[in-house]
């Protein structure tokens, strides 16, 4: 046998198979690159995903804070105050919040005794201001006006003992303003940037000739805006962002017992991120499937079909992510569009066209030079079965 067969035939000479995921690791034992694949690649792995946990949990939308307390000397209702939903599309914008009355410093009944008297507490009627509501006017109850409402938004009754009584509990849906922020990220034009305010001015007097005021008092409020940061602007906090003197509020609760509160609305810092990354990715994509076109049509190199058919998927991908941005206006509009959305759609139209054309084109040619090759082949086949004779030449 000689030494190439020898050689040949030798199974301890040829390379052992390895694990695709096992072929960086130096030439050891089972268990030690067992060890180091656990180090190196699933340790990392989960870093990785404990910290994107860790960072979400942190960034997630924080529940509404707690309300300034002021000090009033005369009747006090207690109320909670619960945010239900923030929503910035429908009816102009509103921020739905629900109120309930836990208590009442009026007792109904007559020297802490069981005995109830109807008319130690009088009834109570609650006010807003109407023209905070949320969606438009309607005409048929009259026009608007900046008097004070004459009708209230919910009576409380102190001594209503009766089972079949409606639970003191109410909700609003108020308007969501942009008048008092001086700057331009007020509005849906500059999502996910966009800023919002809202005021809650509220009061309520006894339902007597007197009309004594009752002071409110908000003990516990909670609640979240799904993808929005609600933040109750206090002290200087209200002159930095609406220009306005914070001693007006303790002197409105102090006299009269009112309510008048500005919550500070934007996105998350998640939602923003989100975004922006998104925005990003998009103009990544789009690029490379440009320059990959460029390299395939105008450069002559060769690109995988498959390659080429990829920017008709994206295509619809991309309207896709659009829509899954949260709490993004449904129509194109946005300044994140116009920057961002638009523009690579706009181009990966292009991109499509490029690729579908040089496919056209490619698929021709290849065509027509199998056609010449084999003619070519059979022209040759031809002149190889010819004659001897017939293929000398003459001296």
Not at 141 to 155: E, S
């Amino acid at each position: 046998m000689s030494p190439r067969a020898q050689y040949s035939y030798n199974t301890s000479l040829q390379p052992t198979y390895r694990a695709p995921f096992l072929r960086w690791l130096p030439r050891r034992n089972r268990r030690e690159r067992v060890l180091r694949f656990l180090v190196l690649v699933i340790l990392p792995l989960a870093v990785v995903a404990v910290l994107g946990v860790l960072i979400g949990w942190f960034f997630r939308t924080k529940p509404l804070g707690e309300v300034p307390q002021g000090q009033f000397s005369g009747r006090t209702l207690f109320l909670q105050m619960a945010l239900d939903n923030i929503d910035p599309l429908t009816a102009g914008g509103s921020i739905t919040v629900t109120w309930t009355i836990n208590g009442d410093t009026c007792s109904p009944y007559v020297n802490g005794t069981q005995t109830l008297d109807p008319d130690a507490c009088p009834t109570v009627d609650i006010y807003m201001d109407a023209n905070r509501f949320a969606g438009p006017i309607d005409p048929s109850k009259g026009p608007a006006d900046n008097a004070a409402p004459a009708t209230p938004l919910f009576r409380y009754n102190p001594g209503w003992q009766d089972y079949r009584g409606n639970s003191p509990t109410f909700q609003t849906a108020l308007a969501i303003w942009n008048t008092y922020i001086n700057t331009t990220s007020d509005s849906l034009l500059n999502y996910p940037f966009d800023k919002y305010l809202t005021e809650i001015f509220m009061y309520a007097t006894e339902n007597t000739t007197q009309a004594a005021p009752v002071g409110l008092r908000i003990g516990y409020s909670y609640g979240v805006g799904f993808g929005f940061d609600t933040k109750i602007l206090q002290g200087t906090e209200i002159s930095t962002v609406l220009g306005l003197d914070p001693a007006s509020n303790s002197a409105l609760y102090a006299d009269y017992g009112a309510v008048n509160l500005w919550l500070y609305i934007r996105r998350t810092a998640l939602v923003r991120s989100y975004v922006v990354i998104l925005v990003g990715a998009m103009w990544l994509i789009t690029l490379c499937l440009l320059a990959i076109s460029f390299k395939a049509a105008f450069f002559g190199y060769n690109v995988d079909v498959s390659i080429l058919a990829a920017p008709v998927g994206t295509l619809f991908a991309f309207t896709t992510l659009r829509a899954a941005m949260p709490g993004a206006p449904a129509a194109f509009g946005a300044n994140i569009d116009f920057v961002g959305t638009l523009p690579s759609l706009a181009i990966l139209i292009l991109v499509t066209v490029v690729c579908l054309v040089h496919v056209l084109v490619s698929a021709r040619q290849d065509e027509s030079t199998l056609i010449s090759r084999e003619a070519g082949h059979s022209e040759d086949y031809s002149m190889s079965t010819m004659p001897y004779d017939s293929q000398s030449t003459k001296v």
